[in-house]
């Protein structure tokens, strides 16, 4: 009788994951280390209506990805490959940008675990702290100088406890917890990216249309470097071509007696550079603007004829007070 409920419930999820590939384009594969039943029934929560997350073995998503591929469904060999390990499906039609900064902001404070890899550095800062003196021989075992005061232990250098990527040991995991200390965030790692037949690195989503545009850009300016060294057109190093001919026949122009109607301003200039000059105002035309103004130009004045008149200089006199 159990084994027929088991039956059954296989058979349910097989369908329903069926239905969730007819009904979807788009889908994350996503990790799920560390992460609770609790955690992920939230995270089901937030995403509701927008995504639905699929958990399931292995091995019967892998059958029922074959039986799909085999109904003419051939892009999803991608999915099928990469169903390895603890991972689940999030099913979207939504923008995947959008959809994967939702999925990875649902993290949730742990508590490091004996045997788990270090997610970051977790340092141990030098102050007062809420354990008892009889852990003062647990921490010179961890190599942590302390001292008791006020009743307490009192940590008195920052301690680097744990490294990124290493393994968490017992003692490390067991004071951590006695500290109260959650150094680590666990959720959803979003690892594959999935869209109408593509699979792609979560990083790809990163990638904006300006930085489309300017590395489009560049190539197109090496594209025209080489074909104008080696004297080879393109459609990217015509315009190029022709902006340095053109500057060569300038230069023909302004050196020679030839001359084009391009050529004309320059040459004229050459020839009279003067010509171009711009007229500087009239001293005496005063701007419109009333009393202002006109006193501007009085006081002007007078500085003028002070530093006309005989004896005037840098310091106003004639030196009689030197």
Same mark, same amino acid.
């Given at each position: 009788?159990?084994?027929?409920?088991?039956?059954?419930?296989?058979?349910?999820?097989?369908?329903?994951?069926?239905?969730?590939?007819?009904?979807?384009?788009?889908?994350?594969?996503?990790?799920?280390?560390?992460?609770?039943?609790?955690?992920?029934?939230?995270?089901?929560?937030?995403?509701?209506?927008?995504?639905?997350?699929?958990?399931?073995?292995?091995?019967?998503?892998?059958?029922?990805?074959?039986? +799909? #591929?085999? /109904?003419?469904?051939?892009?999803?060999?991608? *999915?099928? %490959?990469?169903?390895? !390990?603890? $991972?689940?499906?999030?099913?979207?039609?939504?923008?995947?940008?959008?959809?994967?900064?939702?999925?990875?902001?649902?993290?949730?404070?742990?508590?490091?675990?004996?045997?788990?890899?270090?997610?970051?550095?977790?340092?141990?800062?030098?102050?007062?702290?809420?354990?008892?003196?009889?852990?003062?021989?647990?921490?010179?075992?961890?190599?942590?100088?302390?001292?008791?005061?006020?009743?307490?232990?009192?940590?008195?250098?920052?301690?680097?406890?744990?490294?990124?990527?290493?393994?968490?040991?017992?003692?490390?995991?067991?004071?951590?917890?006695?500290?109260?200390?959650?150094?680590?965030?666990?959720? +959803? #790692?979003? /690892?594959?990216?999935?869209?109408?037949?593509? *699979?792609? %690195?979560?990083?790809? !989503?990163? $990638?904006?249309?300006?930085?489309?545009?300017?590395?489009?850009?560049?190539?197109?300016?090496?594209?025209?470097?080489?074909?104008?060294?080696?004297?080879?057109?393109?459609?990217?190093?015509?315009?190029?071509?022709?902006?340095?001919?053109?500057?060569?026949?300038?230069?023909?122009?302004?050196?020679?007696?030839?001359?084009?109607?391009?050529?004309?301003?320059?040459?004229?200039?050459?020839?009279?550079?003067?010509?171009?000059?711009?007229?500087?105002?009239?001293?005496?035309?005063?701007?419109?603007?009333?009393?202002?103004?006109?006193?501007?130009?009085?006081?002007?004045?007078?500085?003028?004829?002070?530093?006309?008149?005989?004896?005037?200089?840098?310091?106003?006199?004639?030196?009689?007070?030197?």
């Amino acid at each position: 009788m159990a084994s027929k409920k088991v039956r059954a419930r296989k058979e349910e999820l097989a369908e329903q994951l069926e239905e969730l590939f007819d009904t979807y384009s788009k889908l994350f594969v996503v990790g799920v280390d560390n992460v609770s039943s609790n955690q992920l029934h939230e995270i089901r929560k937030d995403l509701r209506g927008e995504a639905v997350i699929y958990c399931g073995k292995n091995t019967q998503m892998r059958r029922v990805i074959r039986k +799909l #591929e085999e /109904q003419g469904k051939e892009e999803l060999e991608k *999915i099928r %490959a990469v169903c390895k !390990l603890n $991972i689940a499906l999030v099913f979207t039609n939504g923008d995947l940008k959008e959809m994967c900064e939702k999925i990875q902001e649902n993290k949730m404070p742990a508590a490091a675990r004996a045997g788990a890899l270090a997610q970051s550095d977790v340092i141990i800062p030098a102050g007062p702290t809420s354990l008892e003196p009889t852990m003062t021989a647990f921490l010179q075992a961890l190599n942590i100088s302390s001292k008791i005061s006020k009743g307490n232990i009192e940590i008195l250098n920052e301690t680097h406890l744990l490294h990124k990527g290493e393994k968490v040991d017992a003692s490390s995991a067991a004071l951590l917890q006695k500290m109260d200390i959650l150094p680590f965030a666990y959720g +959803l #790692e979003v /690892q594959h990216v999935y869209d109408n037949g593509a *699979i792609f %690195a979560p990083e790809v !989503l990163d $990638i904006s249309k300006s930085d489309i545009i300017a590395r489009f850009h560049q190539g197109a300016k090496n594209v025209a470097a080489v074909s104008i060294e080696l004297s080879m057109p393109t459609a990217v190093s015509v315009p190029y071509s022709l902006l340095m001919a053109f500057s060569n026949l300038l230069a023909v122009a302004a050196e020679t007696d030839f001359t084009f109607k391009q050529a004309e301003e320059i040459k004229a200039y050459l020839a009279d550079p003067s010509a171009f000059a711009c007229a500087a105002p009239a001293a005496g035309a005063a701007p419109a603007g009333g009393a202002a103004p006109a006193a501007a130009a009085k006081k002007s004045s007078s500085d003028d004829d002070d530093a006309g008149a005989p004896g005037g200089g840098l310091f106003g006199d004639d030196g009689d007070d030197y």
